[in-house]
């Protein structure tokens, strides 16, 4: 099994930046991909980004091109999505997710969730 902890939501006015975290822990060499989703009030979950454990493939939803930023450090078990010129529009709780198998391009299914963390940008 893996483990996954989300850190650093909050609240943030319009453009402004905020770093998320993902630790894992357990059965990490298990891992080839990781992702961050995210699912607002009324709305369905939906994929963000996903970064190879390995090599550093990245995936970006359309909608966070260019604003946010994917990455890894595979010494502390840990992804970040770097998320810069926050829009209102980006309010939700972002997860993180872990899976064993598939790559950046397919967006499900993941096997590993995180308990979720609330990012808050206000106009």
């Known amino acids: 099994q893996v483990q996954l902890v989300e850190s650093g939501g909050g609240l943030v006015q319009a453009g402004g930046s905020l770093r998320l975290s993902c630790a894992a822990s357990g059965r990490t060499f298990s891992i080839t991909t990781m992702g961050w989703f995210r699912q607002a009030p009324g709305k369905e979950r939906e994929f963000v980004a996903a970064?190879?454990?390995?090599?550093?493939?990245?995936n970006y939803a359309d909608s966070v091109k260019g604003r946010f930023t994917i990455s890894r450090d595979n010494a502390k078990n840990t992804v970040y999505l770097q998320m810069n010129s926050l829009k209102p529009e980006d309010t939700a709780v972002y997860y993180c997710a872990g899976k064993e198998v598939g790559n950046v391009y397919v967006t499900r299914p993941y096997d590993y969730w995180g308990q979720g963390t609330q990012v808050t940008v206000s106009s």
């Open positions: 970064i190879s454990w390995s090599g550093g493939i990245t």
